[in-house]
């Protein structure tokens, strides 16, 4: 079993839709959770960056974590095609700082 | 734009060989990280300097090797190339000796690697 599972997808969606994207982990030492976005031929960039658990909110996006479940999300609202991309969630212990990754969900937004 | 540059874009090559892929990190930052992505695997970390000395070992392969050099640019050495080697590498650089939420991995647009 891989420390984080993430379904590859694809996830396709019409424009306009809430988009909710998810990762499990087995490792009960990760505390920093992250959530990066990579497009086609590009190479991996920082959407969202949370600590511990709770909900962090930044424009559309919304970043959610429940440790005791070892459970996170990803929420976008208002889906664009621009939102076309691979979604990797990422997350790393407290000491050690290397990221984690999960294989990366890709999701579609068709207008 | 990231940032951080890695050359070159695309590399074909042959089972056996050696291949040598450069990184230059974004100005300022210190630390080098190196990563691999296949599509079953995911993005793998391999090796990571920091201010020319290695800081920290993932998956990397034997037949693998990294260096950071005085200027800070990195070099990812493939040798003894096999077919299961074809992945993307990604480079990622970060200011300090760990990534946090004000140090974040900041990636280039990887060397895509083919051998056949």
């Known amino acids: 079993q891989k420390e984080v599972e993430q379904d590859p997808g694809p996830l396709s969606v019409p424009e306009g839709a809430i988009v909710s994207l998810n990762c499990t982990y087995s490792n009960s030492a990760f505390q920093y959770f992250m959530w990066y976005r990579q497009y086609s031929r590009k190479g991996p960039e920082l959407l969202m960056y949370t600590y511990s658990s709770g909900n962090k909110e930044d424009g559309r996006f919304t970043a959610q974590v429940d440790k005791s479940s070892k459970y996170i999300s990803l929420f976008i609202r208002d889906s664009q095609p621009s939102d076309s991309a691979t979604y990797l969630c990422?997350?790393?212990?407290?000491?050690?700082?290397?990221?984690?990754f999960g294989r990366g969900t890709s999701l579609i937004v068709h207008p | 734009d990231s940032g951080v540059t890695q050359t070159p874009k695309h590399l074909i090559t042959a089972t056996g060989q050696r291949v040598t892929l450069r990184c230059s990190p974004r100005?300022?930052?210190?630390?080098v990280y190196w990563y691999q992505q296949s599509l079953d695997q995911g993005l793998q970390f391999l090796i990571q300097y920091y201010n020319g000395e290695e800081r920290a070992k993932g998956n990397i392969l034997e037949r693998f090797s990294a260096q950071q050099f005085p200027d800070l640019h990195s070099e990812l050495n493939l040798s003894s190339l096999e077919l299961g080697d074809s992945a993307l590498y990604f480079c990622?650089?970060?200011?300090?000796?760990?990534?946090?939420?004000?140090?974040?991995?900041?990636f280039g647009n990887g060397t895509r690697l083919t051998v056949t």
């Open positions: 990622a650089s970060s200011p300090r000796d760990r990534s946090s939420y004000n140090s974040p991995l900041h």
């Open positions: 100005s300022g930052d210190l630390s």
């Open positions: 990422a997350m790393s212990e407290g000491g050690s700082y290397i990221p984690t």
